[in-house]
């Protein structure tokens, strides 16, 4: 840009594109898990928790359902979830070894495909983007819709680390009109990196005036926007790179880069008063932010190329004193961060359950100069780190936890087992009580009278209680009519009456004799399976008496060699942590030192501002005390020039 001056700090497009290009999930169906029927109720409720971003529960769900067996025929599109919750806790080495192990098996070809994508995913993750090729090369169709845009574009970034934009360019092409504004951002980049200017800036511009929806299209228009402002400044097109500048929000993330970009847009123009307003702008933002920092060096300089040297030389001298203040500020930062309350303020100001992909880095800690760390939080790196951090806290509080809960099932145990005491002496006298022998040969009684009735039509056998009186009733008085003599009229009427009697009454047990027989067999029926039930029982008794001391003392053993293992890790689940916690704050430190050494390097782009106009100076009260005498060739061009 200027001779003495640093380069703009924001990305070009022609030099940092594949920062776009990041291939992230964004939701349970964009990593490949399409919704569809569920054979298997175990697999539905691991799929359950997966879509509603739960995916510890998930993943502790399925591995219990699979070593139950429970999730065929879903076997193979579950361990292909499981891999891809494993990838999203960053166990690269564990996932990657579940995809391998699939793609050894003979499954479905869209389950094959799905593997090697998400293989390749972990391998580029890993830093082996040979391996990464490799793997995407051994898909054999299309995935589905989401994932197939991802896999495009995560071999576009292949191509484009490798400096083979035109390849890339045509990869992305192959994407539906209807692709996402990212990956026809990733295209247009792709474009102006192969030399393809015209088209890459068309299609640029069309995404930097395109309507937006919500904030995340709205970044990515005006990230579009800064990409063909800086492209536009590099061929040197100060028009053009304003206009685009202009389309950028004020209250975007990308503001500062835009009023840069117009500063330097105006200079290029020969307009150094316009460029005050933008840098007069930065200058009132904090120093932490890379575009202030600028600012406060590209200021003085439009002041100077406007001709108002004192107010340039005073606009660099104030400039220095800010670094030099800034610096000060970077170092009690990077002491608090040393002090072991960053790590625990970000924890508390950025709260997220469970693990995985989701939940991000929203607010600064509450520490001195926080400001400081915001560029270093928007890092991968640092995300990265912190997420694992987020992990780590998780496990410590689930093992915590499962700690807890052991000793509860320890107490229970000790109930069960004190109950099964207290009870089974009483049980077993229960049963000592009931005669089950006696019962079976009272049935087995009962049912050859039954057979008997049956085969004689003993009607009378079957007769209730009523019944068994009223032919006793009618038997007497038989009986006590026999007596009579044969002339006795009223005894003749009585027998008569007596007969009819008996007749209606055999009658009526002779029409319900049936009935009356199949509910008899039915509960005897009945009878026998209780009886059977009973000796069941009694012999289950037998056996709990004899298996569940035993039973009780695995259960117990079991609790014990949990307790032992948790007791184990928990201190190396905060070891980690800690560990975790210290590389935390070695980024950011790392992050912060960067930024004092680009303060330095600013510094000295302003003392040499300042030198370069008392060189002005200087040359202009030669001139003034010897008018006769030219200046030597050159000697007025000694300040920062184009």
Not at 57 to 82: I, N
Not at 527 to 550: F, H, I, K, N, Y
């Amino acid at each position: 840009m200027l001779c003495g001056m640093p380069a703009p700090s924001a990305a070009q497009p022609a030099q940092q594109p594949a920062s776009s290009a990041v291939v992230q999930p964004a939701s349970a169906t964009s990593r490949g898990f399409e919704p569809g029927p569920v054979l298997a109720p175990h697999y539905g409720d691991a799929l359950f928790e997966f879509f509603q971003d739960k995916n510890f529960e998930a993943v502790t769900g399925l591995m219990v359902s699979q070593h139950f067996k429970r999730v065929s025929p879903h076997d193979d599109e579950g361990e292909l979830l499981r891999g891809g919750l494993l990838l999203s806790w960053g166990l690269h080495q564990e996932a990657g070894e579940v995809f391998e192990r699939l793609l050894a098996q003979n499954m479905p070809v869209r389950v094959r495909d799905r593997a090697w994508y998400f293989l390749a995913k972990i391998r580029y993750q890993r830093g082996l983007p040979e391996a990464a090729e490799a793997a995407l090369a051994r898909i054999e169709q299309p995935l589905p819709d989401a994932l197939q845009e991802e896999r495009v574009l995560l071999q576009a970034r292949l191509l484009m680390g490798r400096g083979e934009h035109a390849a890339a360019t045509e990869l992305l092409r192959t994407l539906p009109p209807q692709a996402s504004a990212v990956a026809r951002f990733n295209l247009g980049v792709a474009m102006v990196k192969a030399g393809d200017l015209p088209q890459g800036t068309a299609l640029l511009d069309a995404l930097g005036q395109q309507g937006a929806a919500d904030e995340e299209q709205r970044a990515l228009r005006d990230r579009a926007n800064v990409a063909l402002g800086y492209t536009a400044l590099a061929g040197k097109l100060g028009a053009d790179a304003r206009r685009y500048f202009e389309r950028v929000r004020l209250q975007g993330p990308d503001a500062g880069k835009a009023l840069l970009g117009y500063g330097w847009a105006a200079l290029e123009l020969g307009e150094p008063r316009h460029a005050l307003v933008p840098f007069g702008d930065l200058r009132e933002r904090p120093v932490s932010d890379p575009a202030a920092v600028e600012a406060n060096i590209a200021w003085p300089f439009a002041l100077a190329e406007a001709g108002a040297h004192a107010a340039a030389l005073d606009g660099y001298q104030k400039a220095v004193a800010a670094f030099q203040g800034e610096r000060g500020a970077l170092e009690q930062s990077m002491a608090a961060i040393r002090g072991g309350r960053f790590v625990q303020a970000m924890l508390e100001r950025n709260p997220r359950s469970g693990m995985g992909w989701l939940g991000g880095l929203e607010r600064l800690p509450d520490m001195p100069h926080a400001g400081h760390l915001a560029p270093v939080m928007a890092g991968h790196e640092f995300q990265e780190a912190f997420k694992n951090l987020h992990d780590l806290v998780f496990i410590g509080g689930n093992l915590e936890g499962w700690q807890g809960k052991l000793t509860s099932y320890h107490d229970m145990l000790a109930n069960r087992r004190q109950a099964f005491a207290d009870r089974l002496p009483k049980m077993r006298e229960k049963a000592g009580a009931m005669d089950i022998d006696g019962l079976e040969r009272r049935r087995a009684a009962i049912a050859a009278e039954l057979a008997a009735a049956q085969a004689a039509t003993d009607v009378e056998a079957l007769a209730d209680a009523r019944e068994r009186a009223h032919l006793q009733r009618i038997r007497q008085g038989q009986a006590a009519l026999q007596g009579a003599t044969a002339s006795d009229t009223e005894a003749d009427a009585a027998r008569e009456r007596l007969r009819r009697v008996a007749g209606a009454l055999t009658w009526q047990l002779t029409q319900q004799f049936p009935a009356r027989l199949w509910e008899a067999q039915k509960a005897l029926r009945g009878t026998a399976e209780a009886v059977a039930e009973s000796r069941q029982r009694d012999a289950a008794l037998v056996r709990a008496a004899a298996e569940e001391p035993a039973r009780f003392e695995r259960f117990a053993a079991r609790i014990a060699a949990l307790g032992q293992r948790i007791a184990g890790l928990i201190p190396q689940v905060a070891a980690l942590r800690d560990e975790q916690a210290g590389q935390l704050q070695e980024i950011a430190v790392a992050a912060l030192q960067q930024q004092q050494e680009r303060l330095e390097l600013y510094a000295v782009q302003a003392r040499l501002g300042i030198a370069q106009l008392h060189d002005r100076a200087q040359l202009a009260e030669r001139r003034t005390d010897r008018p006769g005498e030219r200046p030597a060739e050159g000697a007025a061009a000694e300040g920062p020039k184009r």
